[in-house]
């Protein structure tokens, strides 16, 4: 748990960093061009594909165009908008947009800033493009530095791809969405498509840190299609100092209500959090219960539908068959992790007791269970970036 948070939180840090490093780099390039080179003044616009290119060489091929401009002042602070389209050696086109506003610097001396980055690529997917958003922030408050990140992605049909980011530089899932189709299906020419054919590969993380403590929340969700009522799989996850010094929290991985989708459009991204199993393998939810669990070295299995699942090895197996046989339940896996001497980080023994190294827990009728998830991050704080520029 611990490990895939921090990697999935790495990953998007390096997808704006790359943004942000591309945009130094081509203006780099121009003030080698030209010593006398200043960014531009309020509703300016330069032209950067010159330089660029003559400074990357055997790669200038690849850029199609290359730009910065700068936008309205955001709180008298300035706000810069750079655009940079390239082909790579497969023929595969990504245009980078970056709206960045650098607001100060933090008490540990790093810059605080805030932007959105925009990417649009084409992988050989002749109808779709892969549109990634990120709304990203450094700020402190109340003496303590918060990194705010909310990422987007998924694969959006071609004619549609540009239109489905909206004015604050954020993919919406439900863009072009029928206002009556009664399963909220997306439109292509104005009439509802078969789930996918607009939207699919949907993913969604979001997470607000203390960098300084290792404090905060992180979550992680995704919809391999684009169905309005297919639940999300994902996980949330919280780690806070104990009395002690050390890291420790617990996550709940599991299925949403609904999915992403439905979340954003009922403006409740706050409150998605894993509820329930989802097992989309198992063709029905009736047939777990006249499955009997077999013997495989020191694990008990169940077989349907020609899937076989390993029953997780906790106390009450008749909770451990209903968990791994059903194909929708209300029943998450909840872990508990605490930081190690070394820095590392093992099962929290106090509060996990299982064989499994995590426990299952109920998520209706139950309030003692409900008690212990923690909560998913909150994207509100992101609003502040939403009047810097249309994306």
């Known amino acids: 748990m611990v490990s895939f948070a921090k990697g999935k939180v ?12 591309l945009v130094q780099t081509m203006l ?11 960014l531009p003044a309020v509703g300016k616009k330069v032209d950067l594909a010159a330089s660029f290119k003559s400074g990357i060489g055997k790669h200038a091929k690849t850029v199609t ?19 940079v389209v390239m082909t790579d050696e497969r023929g595969a086109t990504r245009e980078t947009r970056l709206t960045h506003s650098p607001t100060g610097t933090t008490k540990d001396g790093v810059g605080a800033f805030q932007g959105s980055l925009v990417s649009f690529s084409t992988d050989g997917t002749p109808d779709a493009k892969r549109v990634l958003t990120v709304r990203y922030l450094r700020k402190e408050a109340n003496g303590e530095v918060r990194l705010k990140y909310d990422l987007r992605m998924a694969n959006v049909h071609k004619d549609v791809a540009e239109a489905a980011v909206n004015d604050d530089g954020v993919l919406d899932l439900n863009h072009s969405m029928s206002a009556t189709d009664p399963d909220k299906k997306h439109t292509l020419g104005g009439l509802p ?32 299609g684009g169905n309005y009522n297919e639940k999300a799989r994902g996980m949330v996850f919280a780690i806070e100092k104990r009395d002690d010094g050390k890291l420790g929290g617990c996550a709940t991985t599991g299925a949403a209500t609904t999915s992403v989708r439905s979340f954003l459009n009922q403006d409740k991204m706050g409150e998605l959090a894993p509820m329930g199993t ?13 499955t009997t669990p077999v013997a495989s070295g020191d694990d008990f299995t169940i077989s349907q539908n020609n899937a076989t699942i390993t029953l997780p090895r906790i106390a009450d197996q008749a909770l451990a068959k209903e968990f791994a046989g059903r194909q929708m339940g209300n029943m998450v896996s909840y872990q508990c992790f605490v930081q190690n ?3 590392t980080y093992g099962i929290d023994t106090d509060k996990i007791t299982e064989e499994a190294g995590y426990e299952i ?14 909560l998913p991050p909150k994207p509100a704080d992101l ?5 810097l520029s249309k994306n």
């Open 10 to 21: 790495q990953q998007v840090e390096d997808i704006v960093d790359r943004a942000t490093g």
């Open 28 to 38: 780099c390039q121009a003030k080698k061009s030209d010593e006398a080179f200043q």
């Open 65 to 83: 165009s290359a730009s910065i401009e700068r936008l309205a002042d955001v709180e008298e602070k300035p706000v810069y908008r750079s655009v």
């Open 193 to 224: 498509q078969e789930y996918n054919k607009v939207f699919s590969a949907i993913r969604q993380i979001g997470f607000d840190i203390a960098p300084a403590s290792g404090e905060g929340s992180f979550s992680f969700w995704q919809n391999p």
């Open 278 to 290: 989802y097992h989309p393998f198992f063709g029905n939810d009736q047939t777990w219960q006249n």
């Open 341 to 343: 001497d070394d820095g």
């Open 361 to 374: 827990l109920r998520t209706q009728g139950n309030a003692e269970d409900l008690a212990k998830l923690p």
């Open 383 to 387: 609003d502040a970036l939403k009047p």
